[in-house]
């Protein structure tokens, strides 16, 4: 099946930084991507919508200039967190929607990052 | 209010025997419901994606049924492992939302014990 690689898988970083995410989709072109964010105990919640060669659509509520996302070709997009402070400790999760077939809208999950923010 | 309701929030089952999670949407018009399994730390990974025209798809131990008339669906898991121990969650796709998005529940967490 179509794998969807993210990097890095966990992440400790001082307040005040920036800490960048990365999502590959290895054997297919991802047309769309998704970032989602979970916290314990709680289901994913949709962050953006992730468009390759345009700008980012991002969820009510989530600050588009925190969360920077970049979909620069078909297999990869980024998605950094700028001033990170604790309360962005989360996991974070990305997936990829399979352009292959246009009526599909599969997704694929990466396996997530687990960010921690002193 | 949550378009993806699941129950029960969270069970716990012995090794060897079965048990079914629900899953109750509101997502209409409804394209396809599908089962994840997320283990502690680690993305989702997919068990069954049905169609509004399919009311049953099967996965090894993994089971799952589809009433679109009624808007619900169940997992059903058979001969449990400890392996099977994760949460699951169903999630529905809008069929006019041609950006993909999902309408996630907030997932059933299963503990299989010895």
């Known amino acids: 099946g179509a794998v969807v690689s993210q990097h890095p898988s966990r992440v400790i970083c001082k307040s005040g930084t920036s800490v960048k995410i990365e999502c590959r989709s290895l054997?297919?072109?991802?047309?769309?991507m998704f970032w989602y964010r979970q916290f314990p105990k709680q289901s994913l919640m949709l962050m953006a919508t992730?468009?390759?060669?345009?700008?980012?659509?991002?969820e009510q509520g989530v600050e588009k200039d925190k969360f920077l996302i970049n979909h620069a070709s078909l297999t990869l997009s980024t998605l950094t967190v700028t001033s990170a402070h604790p309360e962005d400790s989360s996991f974070y999760i990305c997936s990829a929607r399979d352009g292959r077939a246009l009526l599909s809208d599969i997704q694929y999950f990466g396996a997530g990052t687990r960010l921690s923010v002193l | 209010k949550n378009q993806v309701e699941q129950s029960p929030q969270s069970l716990i089952i012995l090794e060897g025997k079965n048990c079914t999670l629900q899953?109750?949407?509101?997502?209409?018009?409804?394209?396809?419901l599908r089962w994840y399994k997320q283990d502690t730390g680690r993305g989702p990974v997919s068990l069954t994606i049905m169609t509004f025209s399919e009311n049953t798809k099967s996965n090894g131990r993994y089971t799952a049924t589809l009433d679109a008339d009624t808007k619900q669906s169940s997992l059903h898991i058979t001969a449990s492992q400890l392996s099977d121990s994760a949460s699951y969650i169903c999630?529905?796709?809008?069929?006019?939302?041609?950006?993909?998005?999902?309408?996630f529940g907030a997932g059933t967490q299963v503990v299989v014990t010895p």
């Open positions: 054997d297919f072109q991802a047309t769309t």
């Open positions: 992730s468009n390759e060669g345009s700008k980012a659509t991002y």
């Open positions: 999630v529905v796709s809008h069929s006019t939302d041609s950006w993909g998005k999902l309408q």
């Open positions: 899953c109750n949407y509101t997502v209409s018009p409804f394209s396809n």
